[in-house]
Structures are given as structure tokens and as C-alpha cells.
């Protein structure tokens, strides 16, 4: 009698979260996280935004390099479509860490991924954001997100891992839930 031993390979090195967790567990303190991004206006609606450097673990961190993201509004806007707009922006964000949470899960159910991908729509009435009417909220009316995953698991144990995503990402808890928001002006 033989025994097959699953390999699952989703390129989540859990041992890695695990061992975060715990360490985390003992210090609380050091999970306490600042993420930053700056921006700079380029000219009309296009701006060049950046993130770097942010605090974790105690102390400054700092990505292997600075990622920029380009926004801009579309030519039917009356601007000049040089990025994608800052609430495209927002469902990217809210896509990758869903998506990432996704493999993150798999990898700790050893299931499988053969292909993961997302679409994602948000409505939105843009006569609040035009002053055209104060009541039209001048955000999403709604978002709403479509998975496609092929999986070495069953149709309950892939939304299982859709679900504990959702309950584990960040992003779809700041877009879900309210946050706190400061602006000050120098």
C-alpha cells in the first residue's frame, strides 16, 4: 500500500505567514503598520503617484523600489487619459489583495490554484461628483466582483476560500467598512 503525498504549490510560502503570526502574537507592537503613498500633480487631472517606504515591525521599511501609478481622467472628461482613474485605482487594489488572500488561503487548505481571475464593476452617478445634483453620492453605488478560479477543489471549497479572503483583506475592509480620513493643508 502506497500513499501520494499533495504537493500544492500556489507560490505562498505559508511556513513564512506562520511563522510571522506567531512572532506577531508575542509583540504585538511590531503589527502595528503605516503605509504611505505620495502624489504629484502632473498637469490638468493626470498625477504621478508613488509608494516607497513605510513603518512595520518597529521600524522604517523600505520596497525592493518605488512603484509609480499613473491617474488620469478619460478624453470625455475633457482631460487626456494618461492612467487609469483614481477610482479604477481602487477596484485594482481591492482585486490584487482579494486575489492575493485567494492564493494565501489555498496555500494553507493545500488546494490547488490552476487559474485565478477577477472582474470587477463599480456604478457610479457622476452628477454628485459634478455638482450637478448634492444628493448623488459622489462615490460607488455598489461594487461588484466576479471570480473565476480553476482549482483542484470543489465549488464549496473554492467559495469557502473567496469567503475567508473576504474576511481577511484589508482592502475589502477599508472599502466596506468607514475610515477615518484626516486632510490638513500647509
Not at 504585538?28 to 503617484?49: I, L
Not at 454628485?128 to 471570480?147: A, E, M, P, Q, T
Request: with cysteine.
Amino acid at each position: 500500500m502506497s500513499t501520494t503525498e499533495k504537493s500544492v504549490d500556489n507560490g505562498v510560502n505559508v511556513e513564512a505567514l506562520l511563522g510571522a503570526r506567531e512572532a506577531l502574537t508575542e509583540a504585538p507592537e511590531a503589527a502595528k503598520f503605516t503605509w504611505r503613498a505620495s502624489c504629484k500633480w502632473v498637469n490638468g487631472t493626470h498625477s504621478q503617484s508613488s509608494c516607497k517606504g513605510f513603518f512595520g515591525l518597529g521600524e522604517e521599511q523600505s520596497h525592493k523600489t518605488t512603484f509609480t501609478f499613473e491617474a488620469d481622467h478619460p478624453e470625455i472628461f475633457a482631460s487626456e487619459d494618461n492612467g487609469a482613474t483614481p477610482v479604477e485605482l481602487v477596484l485594482a487594489g481591492l482585486a490584487s489583495c482579494l486575489t492575493a488572500g485567494v492564493a494565501a488561503v489555498a496555500q494553507m487548505r493545500e488546494i490547488q490554484l490552476n487559474s485565478v481571475s477577477a472582474t470587477l464593476e463599480g456604478g457610479m452617478d457622476i452628477q454628485g461628483i459634478l455638482g450637478i445634483d448634492s444628493d448623488v453620492r459622489n462615490g460607488f453605488d455598489g461594487i461588484k466582483i466576479h471570480y473565476d478560479i480553476d482549482a483542484d477543489a470543489s465549488k464549496e471549497d473554492i467559495e469557502a476560500l473567496v469567503a475567508q479572503s473576504q474576511k481577511r483583506s484589508a482592502v475589502f475592509d477599508i472599502v466596506t467598512n468607514p475610515t477615518n480620513v484626516t486632510v490638513e493643508v500647509n
